[in-house]
């Protein structure tokens, strides 16, 4: 319609603006490097491990060596999902977070923090996100992540938030084959926290960030032991994890389909899953561009009645240049590989329609504001086609 047209119009002079005013903007707030938690948290782990040792050294040398050998084993393959590994092993997993962690987390904040400008408009500060911004507004959102591991989408989830100045709590819950996990992980978010044996001590600016991810998680990450191949806890109604995919405001899929893809238990499961989500709740999924595992999801979801608000088939993602590779040198300089830094992934939101409308109006501070502006921008400059959110297409 004409209305429509006009609008259009003007939310493109409002793009053009925004970009030939782009040296104006104010550039995203530096974060301390990622990579420098990982490390503290090897540190954490391997000096645990020395004090247990006795009089002996051997344990110490086995679990270095073991590691070592994993993360050769783990980077040799194409793509992560490319082998199903076992993470039972101390060893096994401490190579997940030096090889895959930081990047999975900057995947996540990036494809919420893209998807969220995608989906606003600033002139008429309306969102496909109403639902969830509404969650923020009243100070908690949830948090189920399926296939988790070490709950990387989480601190992803986390360090989205603080880039935006949201003020809220989440709760995290994730679903995982390896149940080792659980005691991994929240020994690790536990880090998070800045505790100063000494009064007058001041953290540092890696130490203020890490606290203030700390201070949005509520109560660590709860664990459920599930496994899509053989899920059924997943179908009976009213179980532990059925309950948390219904409570939660945002579900994760961080690289789980591609090794059980084509296993046939695998859609039964998804369907359950997808059945549960509240109206209003988003399914962010991301995963290796090769597989069956988005034509999958991406049937599944049209059948179980989720839109698709932001797609993206083959996103090209880099490590930030403050994340400095020499700053895991401690653990990766004697790796037959590099810890990987680039990645090419498929990464897809979808959204469980409600009955409101997407008239919300919001009150965004100016931090958000910019954030939204510069992912606009970004978005626009990598893909040509990108249009601004409007609201009758919704």
């Not at 591609?258 to 998804?270: C, H, I, K, R, Y």
């Amino acid at each position: 319609s004409g209305i429509n047209a006009e609008y259009g119009a003007i939310c493109e002079q409002e793009m053009a603006v925004a970009i030939e005013e782009k040296d104006k903007s104010v550039q995203d707030q530096p974060r301390p490097a990622v990579y420098r938690f990982v490390q503290d948290t090897l540190d954490s782990f391997f000096t645990k491990q020395k004090s247990k040792k006795g009089d002996k050294d051997s344990n110490a040398d086995d679990l270095i060596e073991k590691f070592t050998d994993q993360c050769n084993q783990i980077n040799s393959a194409k793509f992560l999902g490319a082998m199903e590994h076992n993470y039972e092993e101390s060893a096994s997993r401490l190579a997940y977070l030096l090889l895959h962690f930081t990047q999975h987390t900057y995947i996540m904040n990036s494809i919420l923090s893209d998807a969220y400008a995608a989906c606003t408009n600033l002139q008429s500060r309306t969102t496909v996100f109403n639902e969830l911004m509404r969650s923020v507004d009243w100070g908690r959102i949830s948090i189920f992540s399926l296939g988790g591991g070490p709950a990387a989408d989480v601190m992803g989830v986390l360090m989205w938030l603080h880039r935006f100045g949201f003020q809220t709590k989440v709760q995290a819950a994730t679903a995982d084959t390896c149940k080792q996990w659980e005691g991994t992980t929240n020994s690790m978010y536990k880090m998070l926290q800045f505790e100063a044996d000494d009064d007058n001590a001041k953290p540092s600016p890696q130490q203020k960030y890490t606290h203030n991810l700390w201070k949005r998680l509520d109560g660590g990450v709860k664990y459920f032991n599930s496994n899509l191949k053989s899920p059924t806890a997943l179908f009976k109604s009213g179980s532990k994890e059925m309950i948390a995919i219904g409570q939660a405001d945002i579900v994760t899929l961080p690289f789980a389909l591609s090794s059980v893809a084509e296993a046939p238990e695998t859609s039964n499961a998804l369907q359950c899953m997808l059945n549960a989500i509240k109206p209003g709740a988003l399914l962010v999924y991301v995963d290796h561009t090769e597989g069956a595992q988005t034509e999958l999801m991406n049937n599944l979801a049209y059948w179980c009645g989720m839109r698709r608000i932001y797609f993206m088939k083959e996103m090209n993602y880099s490590m930030p240049k403050y994340e400095a590779a020499d700053i895991l040198d401690t653990y990766a300089k004697d790796l037959d590989k590099a810890v990987p830094r680039d990645t090419k992934v498929t990464a897809i939101v979808y959204k469980k329609p409600s009955g409101y409308s997407y008239d919300r109006r919001m009150k965004m501070s100016r931090r958000e504001q910019n954030n939204i502006k510069q992912a606009q921008i970004r978005l626009k400059k990598s893909n040509p086609d990108f249009k601004l959110f409007r609201p009758s297409f919704y």
